[in-house]
């Protein structure tokens, strides 16, 4: 089969295509066809090295942890699942491996494909979606009536959060581009600021969850802005971010860091979500698995408009 796989850190050029035996299944796993992965900025920043106390030191490493695809065996162990199930679910161990041909890949993480999604509709969902959606539930607590402000909302993550806000009954603002604004509204975004313009001191509005999504907001500057009982959550695991969490651990307004996690549960959640016509996964582009290295180099822009697809 085709798999994509680096032998040491770097660019995007380190990643090749290789040919490698089909995976062998084990129990409580699955070995699925992959018909589509999807990037995140997880895949870049490991294949840059940001990440070797967790992705390891031993190479070759496999890339991508999104996926959809056929359920070809399936493990002892692994109720519900039958040869030929269109499925759906993010890898969750730092080793990767949805960019290929087939996957092994456990069976508490993944789900059915969401009726009416095509594959790549599908694999768009889980890592980005699965984040919106534990942050703004299970740290922020979100609920119907409730303000929340999304920064980065027009990203792989931010197009899922806003759906999945408006689907809690939230009043949704959004920070993003001038010329990502319409995009946001259109997914049910209430008001649309500009990142390049605004200034939380010159902001009277008061939210009751912030969510950072791109990641470049200080707690200490934005806690003017939360409720009383407010909570902002940031996804990435800086310094600063963690110190406010530590300190906040038993006070509000608080800090929270999300880290988000692959299970059947939630992915059943997002699924639900789809069915009720609430959250419609956000394409931007598609590339074909030899593309690989042109994909990354996309996303790493930090400009892509919802996911970056790979199409196999
Ligand atoms: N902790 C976790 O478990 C977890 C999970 C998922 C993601 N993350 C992290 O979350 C971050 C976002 O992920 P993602 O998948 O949404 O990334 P992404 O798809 O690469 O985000 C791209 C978006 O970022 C926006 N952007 C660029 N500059 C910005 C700025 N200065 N202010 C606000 N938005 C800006 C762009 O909007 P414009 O084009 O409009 O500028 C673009 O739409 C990444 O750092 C990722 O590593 C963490």
Aim: hydrophobic letters at 45%.
């Amino acid at each position: 089969m085709n798999v994509v796989e680096y032998d040491r850190y770097g660019d995007a050029s380190v990643l090749v295509l290789r040919q490698r035996p089909l995976p062998i299944v084990r129990p409580g796993h699955v070995v699925v066809r992959v018909r589509a992965a999807a990037l995140n900025p997880k895949d870049v920043l490991t294949r840059a090295g940001k990440y070797p106390w967790l992705a390891g030191r031993s190479f070759p490493k496999r890339v991508g942890y999104d996926w959809a695809g056929e359920a070809v065996a399936v493990g002892a162990g692994v109720p519900g699942v039958r040869e030929g199930d269109a499925l759906y679910g993010m890898i969750q161990a730092w080793r990767g491996g949805a960019c290929a041909e087939y996957a092994l890949v456990r069976a508490d993480e993944l789900a059915p494909r969401p009726p009416g999604l095509d594959f790549s509709a599908a694999a768009a969902l889980p890592l980005a979606s699965l984040t919106a959606l534990q942050a703004l539930r299970d740290l922020g607590a979100l609920a119907a009536g409730q303000r929340v402000l999304l920064n980065g909302a027009s990203g792989g993550v931010g197009v899922h959060a806003i759906q999945i806000a408006k689907a809690f009954g939230a009043h949704v603002t959004t920070l993003t581009s001038a010329a990502s604004a319409e995009l946001a509204r259109s997914l049910g975004a209430d008001e649309t600021l500009d990142y390049a313009t605004w200034s939380p001191r010159d902001t009277p509005a008061r939210y009751d969850v912030i969510f950072d999504i791109f990641g470049n907001r200080r707690f200490s500057d934005l806690r003017p802005l939360l409720t009383g009982r407010g909570t902002f959550i940031s996804t990435v695991p800086k310094p600063a971010v963690i110190l406010a969490r530590v300190r906040t651990a038993l006070t509000y307004p608080r800090a929270r860091l999300v880290v988000v996690r692959s299970t059947t549960t939630d992915l059943t959640a997002l699924t639900g979500l789809v069915l009720r016509g609430a959250l419609r996964p956000v394409v931007d582009r598609t590339f074909p698995l030899a593309a690989i290295a042109d994909a990354q180099r996309y996303l790493a822009t930090k400009r892509a408009r919802g996911k970056v697809i790979i199409a196999i």
